[in-house]
DNA sequence: TTGAAAGCGCTAACAG
DNA sequence: CTGTTAGCGCTTTCAA
């Protein structure tokens, strides 16, 4: 900057007035374009750590996640944040959460670097604790739940989900659904049992306990589902997630069943692995995991800067599902909703 | 740090002495220890902000990544990326670079920043171009290979990985071994087969062209390796990856063919889904990601540091590979290598 | 319409 | 052994 001031013969301030465009009457035009002139000639890059120092604003963001390591999904959802908030002027800093402590010394660090505020998600909707740490700062959850409502939050709506997935099967001309379902506790499951449950009630039909299979994993879950095969003869499955869906497919085959023909088969989240090799088969809801990032980060920036967010942008929309015994994929975007914290929403 | 010095009845220079662990037989011990308890008391944080301004050294690093999106293994690389940096007082800021254009616009953010170098990583290994914006910085690529060799690397030991699995099964006692590939051209992919090669070779086994089938995915590839299966009647597979594993799994399958007793399939980076469902039957060349990511943040601060780096804590041992027809579970690290730049072996 | 000057929180050379 | 001083690069009153 000083030296663009002494190559156009203005001061250091003048400078700093034009290129922040606040020059808006306050520096003649001309010198103004040849400070910008200048500017790109020295390939001026401001220096965002004194700028920084100086408003106390770094336009840095955290992303603390827990399970990054192990998800395959993490990639979407940061991918997501860090698209929305580079147009927004933002960066990134991502640190997981994998355990409690290591989620305070690395806010600690992001702390030290003066983040605007954080981004918090779980990788699959749970209520979670936000760690104390973090309570001070402007944050937003991602594909969480807070316990207390004190937070912002983007969720799937995971009751529409169920109810989605269900209506399809019931659509297609399923007339025993099953439900496989994961063994521990969490909102995203609770939310999309119940839009199961309801979907059935709505078209008329009788919710039958038996043909419910909340599994684990590896050959327990395999012998589960099986079994659910074997003694409720069930035409459609809901899937809880890509390994559940899994079992299915494994059980299906070593009956001789296709899917898509014999029964048929609504999964939310079919991985790459899925992607790459039943593509023709699936029927897919999958969750909107950049998206979430995406708008999470927006509703975050708004937040930090104290403006509103545009609330027509929000996507809502959800596409029309094809059917099930066509052998076309078909993915599903699933509506997001947001839970606005009380602060928030006064 | 002022309310610190005022406390104590000190000046600034010498809080900040102390608290950098500057003062030996500069500070006198008693003094120091009143600054340090101050510093705790009034749970003093260092303004990273200042100090880099002051040092023009960040500690932050970049890493950049194709592919974090729609890879589930970038979690792992980026997370022992953090771990090692966070042990060395840095953090990460991690960015994606699916376009060529996108990377230079991060890029141009970091340095805005002031981060201190680079990680650049492909998540597959093959040969990259570096962005010029990188040129400059300390950089280490993970994963990649720099076509020029002008960059330090850490890789997988594409040849050994290869060999091993081939080895593995021939001990399993496989005849017929098939090697299932990927049809796009990759460093991994050129150093497996080399591997798989040699090893029959050094076994005194021929090298069957048909027994090689380089496949894309969907549904071509299903029957293209069902047809290795009709044609060949391979004992033993090499799967490059992942989704090639599901295409023999999925062919035995439909031929009531079981894995581990009447054919015996090494795989290279089986993830989640294959370990929740199908562990039991699961031989696995697991690559380190974690590893790698460690390994090269390591690498890259000592560059950065301009010290050298503990080569003895290097990981190079390969775990003992279980035996294929039992049916244990088997993860099998493989070596890292790493290749320096000409300018970092000098 | 512009410039001078102060200061964000910290480090480091130098003087005492 | 400790304090004084001068900035790092930028923003922002305030005065001209």
Redesign the interface.
């Known amino acids: 900057m000083k030296q663009i001031a002494q190559c156009v013969g203005v001061s250091v301030s003048t400078v700093s007035l034009v290129l922040n465009g606040r020059d808006g009457g306050r520096v003649k035009p001309q010198i103004a374009q040849r400070v910008r002139e200048a500017a790109d000639e020295m390939g001026y890059?401001?220096?965002?750590?004194?700028r920084?120092?100086r408003t106390s604003r770094?336009h840095?963001v955290g992303f603390i996640s827990v399970e990054?390591?192990?998800?395959?999904y993490?990639?979407?959802m940061?991918?997501g944040a860090?698209d929305a908030l580079?147009a927004l002027g933002y960066?990134?800093?991502?640190?997981?959460g994998d355990d409690a402590q290591a989620v305070d010394?690395?806010v600690?660090?992001?702390?030290?670097?003066?983040v605007d505020g954080f981004l918090y998600s779980a990788m699959s909707n749970r209520v979670v604790d936000v760690p104390k740490s973090l309570t001070r700062f402007p944050l937003v959850l991602v594909d969480a739940t807070d316990a207390d409502g004190r937070f912002p939050s983007i969720e799937p709506d995971e009751f529409r989900i169920g109810y989605d997935a269900t209506t399809r099967l019931i659509d297609a001309g399923c007339r025993r659904i099953a439900y496989v379902g994961c063994a521990e506790p969490m909102v995203a499951q609770t939310g999309r049992f119940e839009g199961y449950r309801q979907a059935l009630v709505d078209h008329g039909m009788d919710v039958d306990e038996r043909l419910r299979r909340d599994v684990l994993?590896?050959?327990p879950?395999?012998r589960a589902v099986e079994g659910l095969f074997d003694a409720e003869r069930p035409d459609g499955f809901f899937c809880f997630n890509?390994?559940r869906a899994?079992?299915v497919y494994?059980a299906a085959?070593?009956r001789g069943l296709t899917i898509g023909g014999d029964v048929s088969v609504v999964g939310v989240d079919n991985?790459?692995?899925?992607a790459?090799?039943l593509?023709?088969q699936l029927t897919t809801i999958e969750l909107p995991h950049?998206e979430m990032g995406y708008w999470a980060a927006n509703r975050l920036v708004a937040r930090i800067e104290g403006r509103a967010i545009n609330e027509s942008a929000w996507p809502r929309t959800t596409a029309v599902m094809p059917l099930l015994d066509t052998p076309s994929p078909a993915k599903v975007h699933c509506t997001l909703i947001e839970k606005s914290s009380v602060r928030a929403s006064r």
Chains 1, 2 share one sequence.
Not at 91 to 96: E, Y
Not at 108 to 114: D, I, P, T, V
Not at 271 to 274: G, P
Request: net charge negative; proline share 5%.
């Open positions: 890059q401001p220096n965002a750590l004194a920084s120092l770094t840095i990054v390591a192990t998800t395959p993490a990639g979407g940061i991918q860090q580079s960066v990134l800093l991502t640190v997981n010394a690395e600690g660090a992001l702390r030290r670097y003066g994993n590896n050959g879950a395999l890509d390994a899994w079992y494994e085959a070593r991985h790459r692995v899925f790459e090799t593509e023709p950049y």
